[in-house]
């Protein structure tokens, strides 16, 4: 049974690089932040007059959401 090393390691062709890192990474960030993004905000909606909660936290998640998204895109 080969182990997880194994299974996981990125290939060395330029073309299937490409594809496992979208496949791999992409398409999981693209799933999960905006699921993130919306628990932030209600972090803040919920807690606002709790001390200790990051003001300010959902719009700065947004904002590298829009940072990562360009960046993905320039990859792909």
């Known amino acids: 049974m080969p182990n997880s090393a194994a299974i ?4 060395q062709d330029a073309a299937a690089l490409t594809h496992y890192i979208e496949t791999r990474y992409h ?3 693209r799933q999960q932040l ?5 628990l932030s ?3 803040e909606r ?3 007059a709790a ?9 700065l998640l947004q904002q590298m ?3 990562l998204e360009v960046h993905m ?4």
């Open 8 to 11: 996981d390691s990125p290939p």
């Open 27 to 29: 398409a999981r960030h």
């Open 34 to 38: 905006p699921d993130l993004a919306a």
């Open 41 to 43: 905000a209600k972090v």
């Open 46 to 48: 919920v807690h606002v």
């Open 51 to 59: 001390q200790g909660v990051p003001a300010g936290l959902a719009d």
């Open 65 to 67: 959401i829009g940072e």
């Open 73 to 76: 895109k320039k990859e792909e």
